[in-house]
């Protein structure tokens, strides 16, 4: 439905110029819809897994890979401050900005810090590694979990 | 999902966990994998890879296996 598509590329592009996620008024403002629709929208866009709502249904708790509330997993890019819903995520934040930028972000089991730069083509070399406790199957089943 | 810094520290928190290692993914094939999913997604014509698209997707990355199966859901 090319209003979903409307509603949906708001959310996105609202996340990508500010950091954090709009809000209804805000997504209905940009894609010159109403409060009502985009709710309506949003229903849709969570079942195609583009979006995570928190229980109100009107509040973004992803928009994957942009987290709605702070995550241990940061990325600074042109000056703005992200937060990332995992580990993945993370380098998927300057993927999807098109942008170089810095992840911040911890050791899972250590907490010592990772500072990882990463430019258009990709990231700085890094020994680094990426542990999903979650088959692929599984990891929609509780999306927040994974 | 989360990063470690290195392959004995995955092992100390699977330990922790009281869960089974599971394949370790390097940051260039994490990349590879940020990219395919992500670099459209502020694009109208945006979309998330099909289940049968994301095995080839991990598989052209090295990462095969029934873990990296979207499909199974026997897996445990």
């Not at chain 2, 993914?25 to 997604?41: C, E, K, M």
Request: glycine fraction near 8%.
């Amino acid at each position: 439905m090319e209003r979903d598509i409307q509603i949906k590329l708001a959310v996105y592009r609202h996340f990508a110029e500010n950091g954090h996620p709009p809000s209804p008024g805000e997504v209905a403002d940009r894609a010159g819809s109403d409060v009502e629709s985009v709710l309506d929208a949003y229903g849709r866009l969570r079942a195609e897994r583009v979006l995570v709502l928190e229980a109100d249904g009107a509040s973004i708790r992803m928009a994957p890979p942009f987290s709605g509330i702070p995550t241990e997993h940061v990325v600074e890019a042109g000056g703005i401050e992200y937060f990332a819903n995992c580990a993945w995520d993370a380098l998927g934040v300057p993927a999807a900005l098109h942008e170089p930028g810095t992840v911040r972000s911890r050791c899972g089991q250590s907490g010592a810090p990772l500072h990882l730069h990463v430019d258009r083509q990709g990231p700085e070399p890094s020994d680094w590694l990426f542990h999903s406790l979650l088959p692929a199957a599984k990891w929609w089943d509780n999306i927040v979990f994974t | 999902m989360l990063f470690f810094r290195s392959e004995e520290e995955v092992h100390e928190w699977c330990t922790a966990q009281g869960s089974p290692i599971r394949p370790l993914v390097t940051i260039d094939q994490l990349w590879n994998l940020a990219t395919t999913w992500y670099s459209t997604r502020l694009q109208e014509d945006s979309r998330r890879p099909r289940p049968d698209e994301m095995r080839e997707i991990f598989a052209g990355v090295g990462l095969e296996g029934d873990f990296w199966d979207p499909t199974l859901d026997t897996f445990g």
